[in-house]
């Protein structure tokens, strides 16, 4: 049972646009979720969290959105650049119950030059 | 920082022999160790959590005796994958956690990952 999920497998966006990921879940007892990032044939990198008790996060380009009621994250990414292009993987937790990370099935992002 | 490194990076095997992978936190000692499998095009999926010293928590479907995982130190853990046969072939991820504040759940470091191909 897929409890986070990643409907889009892949997106494209031109350099200097803004790439929005989204992500939804069906727990409604997570209460943090993350953000990684991979590139092929790496483990993921941690790239930016959000507890549930804030519906916004940013930190320098990145921007993770939090919306409680449609159990729904988004990661937005302005702007653009073609090192951004990897997978991206949404995770969601809860806090204090052994750290478990159930994971989407990624978006693979590419940055067009 | 928080740097975590897997060896091998890839590794190829006859059906029915072992292979280990280690899981290494290289600059910080790491309570916990997770192991993770990720099947192409398809979620990661935690297989065991393993603490330093104590016996590892399997998920439900993962065979314990199939995927024995130590955890020596607070910076190595193990994966001996026994007996491996082809549906074993897989990549394999290791993660190691920093700890995280009293409202965040703990920041896992992952590891480049193995390749494991059984033939």
């Known amino acids: 049972d897929q409890q986070v999920k990643q409907n889009s497998p892949s997106l494209s966006v031109q350099e200097g646009r803004i790439s929005i990921l989204n992500c939804d879940y069906t727990n409604s007892m997570f209460d943090y979720f993350l953000w990684y990032k991979k590139y092929p044939a790496e483990g993921p990198t941690f790239l930016i969290s959000i507890s549930s008790i804030k519906d916004k996060n940013e930190d320098g380009r990145f921007t993770v959105f939090l919306n409680k009621s449609a159990k729904h994250l988004s990661l937005h990414i302005v702007p653009s650049q073609p090192g951004d292009s990897a997978v991206y993987f949404c995770a969601a937790s809860r806090v204090n119950t052994g750290n478990q990370f159930y994971f989407g099935t990624g978006t693979s992002l590419t940055v067009i030059p | 920082g928080a740097v975590v490194s897997q060896h091998p990076s890839w590794v190829i095997c006859k059906s029915g022999t072992s292979v280990k992978i280690e899981c290494r936190s290289l600059?910080?000692?790491?309570?916990?160790m997770f192991w993770y499998r990720q099947f192409p095009k398809q979620s990661l999926m935690l297989m065991a959590t393993s603490n330093e010293g104590s016996k590892a928590t399997y998920e439900q479907g993962v065979e314990k005796d199939k995927f024995l995982i130590n955890h020596a130190s607070l910076t190595l853990s193990t994966l001996t994958v026994t007996s491996a046969h082809p549906e074993d072939s897989s990549f394999y991820i290791c993660?190691?956690?920093?700890?995280?504040?009293?409202?965040?759940?703990?920041?896992?470091?992952f590891g480049p990952g193995t390749r494991l191909t059984v033939l």
């Open positions: 993660s190691a956690t920093v700890a995280g504040g009293p409202n965040a759940v703990d920041t896992q470091y």
């Open positions: 600059d910080f000692q790491a309570t916990t």
